[in-house]
C-alpha cells in the first residue's frame, strides 16, 4: 500500500523581503526624527509662511513668504505678546510710545520721591488723563502767596528736566480751601489759585526753556476740595497744586476734546 505524500507546508505571514523592506523603512524614519529632534524651527518664518496661507495675498505685499534680509521690529504689547511694528497703524504706535514715555516719567519721579523720603509729602499717580503730581502748599508757597519757596526748587528741577524730553502737555492746576481770601494782589480764591498755577508753569519755562504753548494753567479755587473744608488738617490738605502730564489719546471732557502733542 502507497503512502500518501503530504503537501509541504506553507510559510504562514509575509515573504521574507517584505521584513527586510519594512525594516529598512523604520530606520529611515527614525533617521528622520532624529534630524528633525536635532533641528532649530525658525518661529519666524514659520509664523510668515502661516499668515501667507491665512491671508491669501501675500504676493502683493512681499516678493516671498519668508523674509529673510531682516527680521521685522517687535515690541511687547500691555498683555505680554509680541506684536509686530510693521502690522501696527501710525496711531497705534504713536499710543505706543506715549504710554512708554508716561511710563517712564512715573518711574523717574518715583525714585526721585523715594530717595528723597518725600512719600508722606508729593503723591504721584497714573490715571485716565495721564501722570498725575500732587504737590502741598507747605513744599511750594507760604500761605496766602504765590511766589515759589526753595524748598520745592529740587523737585520742580526734577520734574522739569523730564518734562523737556517729552512732548506731551502739561496742566498745573491750583486749589485752595474754603476760606475765602481778600487782600489787594489776591480779591478772592480764584486769583491765588491761577496764580499759583501760573508761577509753576512760569518757573519750568524759564529755567527749562519749554515751549509755552504745552502749558495749561487752571484755578479752581475751592470749588474742588479733596477733604471736607471743616478744619485746620482738611484746610492744608485742600491748599495744593497738581501738575498733570497729560496722556495725548485723553479726551478731556471739560474741553470736550483729545489733548494733543504739539
Not at 530606520?27 to 514659520?46: A, H, R
Not at 527749562?208 to 504745552?214: L, V
Not at 490738605?237 to 504739539?262: A, C, L, Q
Request: aromatic content about 8%; hydrophobic content about 35%; overall charge negative.
Amino acid at each position: 500500500m502507497k503512502r500518501k505524500k503530504t503537501p509541504p507546508s506553507q510559510n504562514k505571514g509575509a515573504p521574507r523581503w517584505m521584513v527586510t523592506y519594512s525594516d529598512l523603512v523604520t530606520l529611515v524614519l527614525v533617521f528622520f526624527i532624529l534630524l528633525f529632534s536635532m533641528s532649530q524651527i525658525d518661529m519666524q518664518k514659520f509664523r510668515a509662511i502661516a499668515d501667507s496661507f491665512r491671508d491669501r495675498n501675500i504676493f502683493e505685499f512681499y516678493p516671498s513668504a519668508i523674509q529673510l534680509d531682516q527680521p521685522p521690529q517687535q515690541i511687547l504689547d500691555g498683555d505680554g505678546d509680541n506684536k509686530e511694528l510693521n502690522s501696527m497703524t501710525d496711531a497705534e504706535k504713536a499710543e505706543k510710545e506715549a504710554d512708554k514715555r508716561l511710563d517712564n516719567l512715573l518711574t523717574e519721579v518715583s525714585k526721585y520721591i523715594d530717595e528723597n523720603d518725600l512719600q508722606d509729602i508729593i503723591v504721584i499717580t497714573r490715571v485716565e488723563r495721564g501722570v498725575v503730581l500732587v504737590l502741598p502748599e507747605q513744599i511750594l508757597f507760604n500761605t496766602s502767596e504765590a511766589v515759589i519757596l526753595n524748598s520745592g526748587l529740587p523737585f520742580l528741577n526734577k520734574v522739569g528736566s523730564l518734562l523737556k524730553d517729552i512732548p506731551n502737555i502739561v496742566k498745573v492746576e491750583g486749589h485752595a480751601d474754603g476760606r475765602q481770601i481778600n487782600t489787594v494782589q489776591y480779591p478772592s480764591n480764584w486769583e491765588l489759585s491761577t496764580a499759583r498755577a501760573s508761577s509753576v508753569i512760569r518757573y519750568f519755562i524759564e529755567q527749562f526753556n519749554i515751549d509755552p504753548t504745552r502749558f495749561i494753567a487752571t484755578g479752581y479755587a475751592e470749588t474742588r476740595p479733596v477733604a471736607p473744608n471743616d478744619g485746620p488738617d482738611n484746610w492744608q490738605k485742600n491748599r495744593r497744586v497738581e501738575i498733570v502730564i497729560m496722556d495725548p489719546t485723553y479726551v478731556d471732557h471739560e474741553e470736550g476734546k483729545t489733548v494733543t502733542e504739539e
